[in-house]
């Protein structure tokens, strides 16, 4: 049986893992944490593509995937509803997602605390070389290490995440910390508030435990906040003074950074939001863009964020992974003997299609990109209100045209 390693083992790793595995191949995972990836993430969009591909390898979408909402409203400061529409989404958990496809892969084969440091190939095979200084060989390497890729670093080091120039502020609080006279206005919406420049959304998800059971969920939100890149390094250093430029570990947050976000809820958001923000403990994700100019090298693919990020307005992260991975596998598959070909086969599809998700949802951040580019270009891009609803009520529609205009219903 061919071999694939797969580097990353989040839920890109773990989809590409199922499929190639259904297409006979046998696929193990290698990710670099010691332990396994439980207890972080907050919540996650889902569309019918993923739950396609998931349906596709055994995992039923069912009522405990996920918290259904029906409407999405917009507050305003003084938390009165002046927008609403109809909207039918299920709004998952990251954790949600990684325990069903963790749970169904054998455990030999999903490996932890191997990082991948270098990949070397010739015409036979692929080989992949870890920090404990183990090394691993296969006939296909998949790169599904995020945004910050080791595997995309090698062979395209030009290839570099791009600052958006705003962040997104998320939390979740555990239903029953929600206070009794908030939760009957806002438990159940998909709720926008849009204090000047900014956009902040809320939602319920699955709680602790991935728990969908009523008075057992959570609410979700994510504050998009613009941040000029020298704040943005502020931000990013912890109290001892040291800067983390991939990122801050959410517990390395100063205080003071929480204090002043917090203030800032109570000032300008709608009541019933700022009650469930200050409940919170809040971390921030700068939001950057990812475009790979290329996606397979040799016997070395690129799929999910490796490849291309798309910023999370769109709720597409885990959908585009789904779908890279049933395109690399359907090719794998239809390919027979001829890896390049089937290889060849998954960049002409996912290379367009990974630039039309990222041009999507680079659309639904203009206004909040343009918040720290003066006063001439944030006027242009004003908002409207109604348009905001609309797309986000229509979102998975909007995916749906992408994916069939891009001959991808085929493979799902
Ligand atoms: C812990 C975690 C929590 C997340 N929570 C959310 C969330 O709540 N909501 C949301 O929308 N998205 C979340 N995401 C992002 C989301 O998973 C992705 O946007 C999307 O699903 C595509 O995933 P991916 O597997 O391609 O990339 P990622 O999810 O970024 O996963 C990349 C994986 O590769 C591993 N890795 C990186 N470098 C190496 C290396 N050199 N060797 C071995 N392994 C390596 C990383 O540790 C990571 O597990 C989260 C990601 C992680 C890792």
Redesign the pocket.
Known sequence: MHRALI???????LLAAHLLRAAGWHAVV????EEE?TG??????THPQLVAVLRRVGIAFDETMGVRVSRVVCLDRGGKVIAEQPMARTMS??SRLYHALLDALPSQDYRLG???IQIEQNDKAVTAAFADGSRERGELLVG????R??VREQFLPQAQPVYAGYVAWRAVLDEQRVPPDVHPQIFELYAFCLPEGEQLLGYPVPGRDNDTAIGRRGYNIVWYRPVDSSALVDMCTDASGRYHAGGIPPPLIRNEVIKRVKADATALLAPQIAEIFLRAEPFFQPIYDVESPALVFGRVAL????GFVAR?HIGA??TK?AIDAAVLAQSLRAAGEDLHAALARFESSQLPFGRDMVALSREQGVYLSAQIKGRDQSQAAQRDVEMLLHAHGTRSDQIATMVAARGLNAYL
């Not at 290698?30 to 944490?33: L, S």
């Not at 972080?40 to 969009?45: M, P």
């Not at 799929?303 to 490796?306: K, L, M, Y």
Request: aromatic residues 6%.
């Open positions: 580097i990353g083992g989040s839920l890109g790793g290698f990710e670099r944490n990836l972080r993430g907050v919540g996650l969009g958990a990251w191997k990082r991948l599904a290490d995020g945004i890729s080791t799929a999910g964020d490796a999370p992260g885990a992974a």
